[in-house]
């Protein structure tokens, strides 16, 4: 009986310091530590939005260090956002559909930011990213089709997958040479994206990066990349010329496929591959030269490149890939240096 008692007793006398929920100044929180709260469900917000950095409940004063989970999300009355300078983290979706939110500034403070925390906002105009994140995570401003202008901040390496997929009124960005890699379909469908600049710090380049960027006319791609994943610049119907890293290896499957206005391009002499459909259907690509540091050339690698009147084949060369010069109807010139006999399919 004396040990029952004993263990609703401690129940009891413990459940007090269990996290709690308060209303300060209109906002929800909830208690994460003996001085530290979060902003949570706050779905009926409106307006302007100011989060402190303390908040008062019971005689006691907070730190307001992180904005939870979902703690906005689809709150379409919410116009504009100020973020308390002690605010470290801002959960996934914290802001997910904020559509009449306008512009955001990620104070200084603020070291993580969660998935998809501003997805959908198709309000928003403009952001400035906080000088201490080091990630812009996945999603983060997927499809806000109203943002014209990012500033990345200079401790940013890495800038997730979708990130800013679908900003349709970005026109240029930025990528300062603190960022090492570019996620899968990053800036996808951007299409009024006419300038990038790609930091020197940049190694990878992932899938479908740039993919139907249309207005993006030129790209300089800087000697730090070593890797570009598939259809990295597929269907960049506006881009007429590229500059390759010295340093990649590979042209890799459709990374050019469809670029239509693509006038020309200079294959770096590091190159040893060229994938599978990487030209597929450059139109006004006139001429190209293959170094001599490449030894195949793949499946439709250049097929319906309608414009091409000449080609140099250097010897290095042991496969040509099915179709890579197929349906070339202006093609007439190969000036092939290879001396040994060649299987062509």
């Known amino acids: 009986m004396k040990n029952i ?4 007793f401690v129940v009891v006398i413990c459940k007090p310091a269990l996290a709690q929920n308060f209303t300060y100044n209109g906002l929800n929180y909830n208690v994460t530590g003996s001085t530290t709260a979060e902003v949570i469900g706050n779905s009926s917000a409106t307006g ?11 005689s006691s004063t907070y730190s307001v260090t992180s904005i939870a989970n979902l703690a906005f999300n689809r709150n379409s009355a919410l116009t504009a956002v100020i973020i308390g300078n002690l605010v470290t983290s801002i959960g996934e979706e914290a802001f997910l559909a904020c559509t009449g939110l306008s512009n ?3 104070p200084n403070s603020v070291t993580t930011l969660g998935n998809r925390a501003f997805r959908d906002c198709t309000g928003l105009i403009s952001v400035t990213i ?3 994140l080091t990630s812009i995570s996945q999603g983060t401003f997927n499809n806000c089709t109203s943002l014209e202008a990012v500033t990345i901040g200079s401790s940013v390496t890495s800038i997730g997958d979708y990130a800013f997929f679908n900003n349709s009124a970005l026109t240029s960005i930025t990528i300062p040479n603190s960022v090492t890699s570019i996620g899968i379909g990053t800036f996808q469908s951007c299409i009024g994206l006419k300038q990038v600049t790609i930091g020197n ?16 006319s030129s790209v300089i791609i800087p000697n730090s990349v070593t890797n570009i994943a598939i259809k990295v610049f597929r269907d960049c119907i506006g881009l007429k010329s590229v ?20 006038t020309s391009i200079t294959i770096p002499n590091s190159v040893t591959s060229i994938g599978d459909y990487a030209f597929f259907a450059n139109f006004a690509l006139t001429s190209v030269t293959i170094p001599s540091s ?29 179709y890579a010069f197929e349906n070339c109807t202006s093609l007439t010139a190969v000036l092939c240096n290879i001396q040994s006999p060649l299987s062509i399919n």
């Open 48 to 58: 302007v939005v100011s989060i402190p950095s303390n908040a008062t409940y019971n």
């Open 201 to 216: 710090s940049v190694t990878s380049i992932g899938e479908e990066a740039f993919l139907a960027c249309t207005s993006l």
């Open 130 to 132: 906080s000088n201490a």
């Open 104 to 106: 955001v500034i990620i």
């Open 294 to 322: 490449v030894t195949s050339i793949g499946i439709g690698t250049f097929q319906s490149c309608s414009g091409l009147k000449q080609v140099t084949i250097p010897a290095s060369i042991t496969s040509i890939g099915e």
């Open 5 to 8: 008692f004993f263990i609703f």
């Open 243 to 262: 500059t390759i890293s010295n340093a990649l290896t590979s042209i890799s499957q459709g990374t050019f496929n469809n670029c239509t206005s693509l």
